[in-house]
């Protein structure tokens, strides 16, 4: 059974890919390591691969968010047999540009550390496209279980990313209803119709076909 790695996204964890249909390959979740102090996002992400000893050639991976952004920043380097991105960049292009107000205003500082409050919870349910309470109940407790030093670091990198380097051979699969990396900025290869940032999960089944029909 051929393997494929997933990266998920900030904040987040495998919880999130219970809707996705990856029948018939062996998953390997890549979790988040413990950044080391002032650590370059290319060094981590080399760090995260050596971890997970996954193979500098053939390999497949799929990321969301600022996973997919991980895989981009290895795909310089490691020759993938194909790639597929959800909610996410391939370049810092595909970012909006208010990203880059984060390098004065530390925008990590809106992320909460733990259950966040009233008035930043509804922003983040908005960011994040988390519209039933079932969603809203999955944000809450991925964010709550979220090393905030990682969270800090990582906001920090999405902040200061210069990559230019396009994967090959990538499916990249954007909702249009995403608020933290909106459409316009990405050139994507499928759009799904009111997909938002959380829609490898709340439409997971939608987007299980395309991506199985790209891997096999």
């Not at 290319?42 to 500098?56: C, D, G, M, N, T």
């Not at 952004?69 to 380097?77: F, G, N, R």
């Not at 208010?98 to 008035?119: A, M, N, R, W």
Request: net charge neutral; with cysteine.
């Amino acid at each position: 059974m051929e393997k494929i790695y997933v990266f998920s996204g900030l904040g987040a964890d495998r919880r999130i890919f219970d809707r996705l249909d990856l029948r018939g390959f062996e998953i390997v979740h890549v979790e988040w390591l413990k950044p080391r102090p002032a650590e370059a996002m290319e060094s981590y992400v080399f760090r995260l691969a050596e971890h997970y000893q996954i193979p500098k050639q053939g390999a497949l991976v799929l990321g969301v968010s600022f996973g997919g952004m991980c895989i981009a920043e290895l795909s310089k380097y490691y020759d993938f047999k194909k790639t597929v991105l959800i909610s996410s960049a391939k370049t810092r292009d595909e970012l909006p540009k208010v990203l880059g107000v984060s390098k004065i205003f530390p925008l990590h500082k809106l992320l909460p550390e733990g259950k966040p409050g009233k008035f930043t919870a509804k922003m983040l349910y908005w960011l994040f496209g988390a519209d039933t309470k079932e969603e809203q109940q999955l944000l809450s407790a991925i964010l709550e279980d979220t090393d905030p030093d990682f969270q800090k670091w990582a906001v920090d990198k999405i902040a200061r990313w210069e990559n230019t380097h396009v994967p090959v051979n990538c499916l990249h699969i954007h909702g249009d209803k995403d608020h933290l990396i909106p459409i316009q900025y990405v050139d994507y290869t499928i759009r799904i119709r009111g997909g938002g940032h959380l829609m490898v999960w709340d439409k997971g089944a939608e987007l299980s076909f395309p991506i199985r029909n790209f891997l096999l």
